[in-house]
């Protein structure tokens, strides 16, 4: 089994910074690929970004690139999500995913976190 809790949500305000932590345990973290994903009150969940095992490859939803970074520590078993440049289309709740595969689709990832709320003030 593995164990996901994310970490660092808040309220922050438009062109502000947060970094989303995840904390894995379990089984070996490094062999999964990690994702990120948010859901807005009243819309379907969607991808932010992804990261492979080696975290040689990313991949970031068009909505946030160039303003977000995903990137991992494998010998802390953490996954991280820096956000700048905020927006109040931001504001959702953030969930970490681990998948074998490294995919946008979220019904490809096994494990979830909790989730945690982001909110961004106008």
């Known amino acids: 089994q593995v164990q996901l809790v994310e970490s660092g949500g808040g309220l922050v305000q438009a062109g502000g910074s947060l970094r989303l932590s995840c904390a894995v345990s379990?089984?070996?973290?490094?062999?999964?690929?990690m994702g990120w994903f948010r859901q807005a009150p009243g819309k379907e969940r969607e991808f932010v970004a992804a990261?492979?095992?080696?975290?040689?490859?990313?991949y970031h939803a068009d909505s946030v690139k160039g303003r977000f970074t995903i990137s991992r520590d494998n010998a802390k078993n953490t996954v991280y999500l820096q956000m700048n440049s905020m927006k109040p289309e931001d504001t959702a709740v953030y969930y970490c995913?681990?998948?074998?595969?490294?995919?946008?689709?979220?019904?490809?990832?096994?494990?979830w976190g909790q989730g945690t709320q982001v909110t961004v003030s106008s």
């Open positions: 995913a681990a998948s074998n595969l490294l995919t946008t689709r979220s019904s490809s990832y096994d494990y």
């Open positions: 379990g089984r070996t973290f490094s062999r999964y690929a």
């Open positions: 990261i492979r095992w080696s975290g040689g490859s990313t």
